[in-house]
């Protein structure tokens, strides 16, 4: 999209409903334009980009609703031919004139003296992101380690993983990044105690793995010395998250703060995830889920 195209990237579903209804409305199938296109779950998400741009440009419908699956599946998504997707996507307004709303930074800002553990007064002024004009990386929270600690249902879709070996999805799999994520072999709907507990591992970690992971990235990093402040992506119970702040603690770090004690307005618990996705962004280091 350039300049001088004027067309809104999104629009509400009221409006939608408003200026599309049902009988204007052209409907296609995945499974359908997929097999039209020659596509199949081993193909490059590129070709399967291109394929729907080109199908969906040469259509002289203004009003056209997909029906029936994901253009991307579980089975792209989750297996290297979607990584062919990236160098378009960065290229992309969706990335190159993304910013967070004031909403979340107005959040992140006044919730930022408990992540830090000083007074509002000692906050440094680069670090006040209620302004949308700082720039990402001067306002990195230095010492600062996020992780994510996904919970709750988690431990059953962790297994089922484990069972078809599933890879890490996404941008996880660049073979650039540091921790790489090989699944155990031989996985056809089942698996062995030994592969479930690797799998695990990466997926639902017990407290003391989270420990060991955290000082090893401590010891990994360049200047880590410095990291001394953790904060808990999470979903997890009161109890767990209760249990794993104060085994961190106990570990040494200095200070361990969780999506659960991040104080928000009404208005702002709509958007408790981005508030989340926010801190770990600008945190010093993030050690992410990769299948989640």
């Known amino acids: 999209m350039g300049p001088d195209v004027s067309a809104p990237r999104a629009v509400y579903e009221e409006y939608w409903e408003q200026v599309c209804p049902p009988e204007r409305r052209t409907h296609l199938k995945v499974s359908q334009v997929h097999q039209e296109l020659g596509l199949d779950n081993g193909s490059e998400g590129s070709d399967i980009m291109g394929g729907w741009v080109d199908k969906i440009s040469k259509m002289p419908d203004n009003c056209i609703e997909i029906d029936d699956a994901h253009i991307f599946d579980y089975g792209t998504i989750g297996t290297p031919p979607i990584l062919s997707v990236w160098p378009e996507l960065a290229k992309s307004p969706i990335l190159k004139k993304f910013s967070w709303s004031p909403l979340v930074l107005n959040a992140v800002a006044r919730n930022l003296p408990r992540i830090m553990g000083v007074s509002a007064s000692q906050i440094p002024k680069h670090l006040d992101t209620a302004s949308t004009t700082v720039a990402p990386h001067d306002s990195m929270i230095l010492g600062l380690v996020a992780i994510h600690l996904r919970r709750g249902d988690y431990d059953q879709h962790c297994e089922f993983l484990a069972k078809w070996g599933a890879r890490f999805t996404g941008w996880n799999q660049f073979p650039e990044y540091h921790d790489m994520f090989v699944p155990p072999k031989g996985a056809d709907g089942t698996t062995t105690p030994e592969n479930l507990a690797t799998y695990m591992k990466r997926c639902w970690p017990t407290k003391e793995q989270v420990i060991a992971k955290l000082d090893a990235v401590r010891q990994e990093t360049v200047g880590g010395e410095r990291l001394e402040r953790v904060f808990i992506l999470t979903n997890g119970d009161d109890e767990w998250v209760k249990d794993m702040k104060s085994a961190l603690k106990g570990a040494g770090w200095k200070g361990v703060t969780t999506s659960k004690d991040i104080k928000l307005k009404k208005a702002e618990i709509e ?22």
Request: glycine content about 14%.
């Open 271 to 292: 958007v408790d995830g981005a508030v989340d996705m926010q801190i770990a962004a600008r945190a010093e280091v993030f050690v992410g889920n990769g299948v989640s």
